[in-house]
């Protein structure tokens, strides 16, 4: 018998998954802040522009149909580090593109290769941290996107303006590599724990699970649905925020870091607030399926007054009303990566993650496309911050209709 992980591994392990994921939202962030200098560049106009963020979403979506699959069957150690090359790969051929066709086809497979991390995140949480830890390591590899974000507004348009716009693609898309260098050797072990070299605990290798299994499953639909409704609005914030504040604040590209690092700060602390309230609660005896659905409830409460910052009078009450609904979608999030780690057999758990994730990204397309929709016909974001306001508590419900009670599938 194999023995479990040891806790040194295990801290490597969650270091090395966050600092990938920062690298993935890095990668994915310059696009929106050189909004302004890549408008000029290829001539896109509003519409144009949420195009692109739709193939992203898109192709993200599409990819994630085998990329749980993958994960299962290679396991975290190479599927990951294969992904953050491919990534990487891609974040530099958007340096060399010399027409939009040619960025386009950089940032769809960008896309693709990205679309790995997160199952693969939640997959390495459930195979080899305990539940009493699972929400901790969770909660700080969601940290992970924020501080990506955060880092990004900071550094990328002083240097973009310093050496150019595909300079910084260079330069992000390098960062993977580096990064390379240490996941190697610090995860052999990975291989061994997860079964790739060496058959499971009843002796054989593990199986893939059927999809008409997985499709039935109410707790499939539950994380898929719950990952639409708050996913779309990730994506909406994410890809649309620099405009806004351009727009509505007339920053400029190389004023509007600040507020968007603001934002972004107090998003990390969200996801590191979840991943130290659920063992708080389970401390206190507090039932698995009272903790994970009212921690989720409080968060989706938060995104509420988030319609406001269009009535800002400034860009930083703007940026902590955004930042605050940014801050319940980590806390929403990190609970919810937690809720499928716990109800979903490890065996098929970044297969469902993945599934999530396509519902996520579907929904992310539909909100960005929408928006430059309704900006180009005059409506402006209000449509978009209203559906924001609502859709965390409406996917608490969904889950609370889906799974009415949250039972852990291994005891811990």
């Not at 997959?123 to 990004?152: D, E, Q």
Request: glycine share 10%; hydrophobic share 55%; net charge positive.
């Amino acid at each position: 018998m194999i023995s479990g992980p040891r806790p040194g591994q295990r801290r490597l392990l969650v270091a090395l998954l966050f600092v990938g994921t920062a690298l993935n939202y890095v990668d994915r962030q310059v696009l929106a802040l050189l909004k302004p200098t890549l408008v000029a560049a290829f001539g896109w106009d509003d519409q144009a522009y949420a195009h692109l963020g739709s193939a992203f979403q898109l192709t993200t979506a599409g990819s994630l149909l085998m990329v749980g699959w993958l994960v299962d069957r290679f396991g975290v150690r190479r599927a990951y580090g294969t992904a953050v090359a491919a990534w990487s790969l891609a974040g530099i051929a958007h340096a060399f593109a010399a027409t939009i066709g040619q960025f386009v086809a950089a940032r769809i497979s960008l896309a693709a290769a990205e679309s790995v991390n997160t199952p693969a995140a939640v997959k390495a949480a459930a195979r080899h941290l305990p539940l009493s830890k699972r929400s901790l390591g969770l909660g700080i590899i969601n940290t992970a996107p924020n501080i990506g974000a955060i880092l990004t507004p900071l550094l990328i348009p002083p240097f973009a303006a310093t050496f150019g716009w595909r300079a910084s693609f260079l330069v992000t898309g390098a960062l993977g590599f580096v990064w390379l260098l240490a996941w190697w050797p610090a995860t052999r072990w990975l291989d061994i724990h997860e079964g790739i070299r060496s058959p499971d605990a009843d002796g054989r290798q593990a199986s893939a699970t059927p999809w008409r299994e997985l499709l039935t499953d109410r707790r499939t639909w539950a994380i898929a649905g719950a990952k639409g409704l708050s996913d779309m609005v990730w994506w909406f914030l994410l890809f649309w925020t620099p405009d806004l504040f351009a727009r509505g604040f007339g920053l400029t590209q190389g004023t509007l870091g600040a507020p968007i690092a603001l934002i972004y700060t107090m998003a990390a602390l969200g996801a590191l607030s979840s991943g130290a309230l659920f063992p708080a609660l389970l401390a206190r005896r507090v039932s698995l399926n009272r903790a994970r659905k009212g921690a989720m409830l409080t968060y989706g409460c938060l995104v509420l007054p988030v319609p406001l910052a269009l009535g800002a009078g400034n860009p930083w009450t703007a940026a902590m009303l955004i930042g605050l609904a940014l801050f319940a979608h980590q806390g929403f999030s990190t609970n919810l990566f937690g809720f499928a780690a716990d109800v979903v057999p490890v065996t098929r758990v970044a297969t469902v993650i993945a599934v999530g994730a396509v519902c996520g990204n579907v929904a992310g397309m539909g909100m960005i496309e929408l928006t430059g929709w309704s900006l180009t016909r005059g409506f402006g974001y209000h449509p978009l911050f209203v559906l924001s306001a609502a859709a965390y508590v409406l996917a608490t419900g969904w889950i609370h209709v889906c799974v009415p009670v949250i039972q852990a599938t291994e005891p811990h």
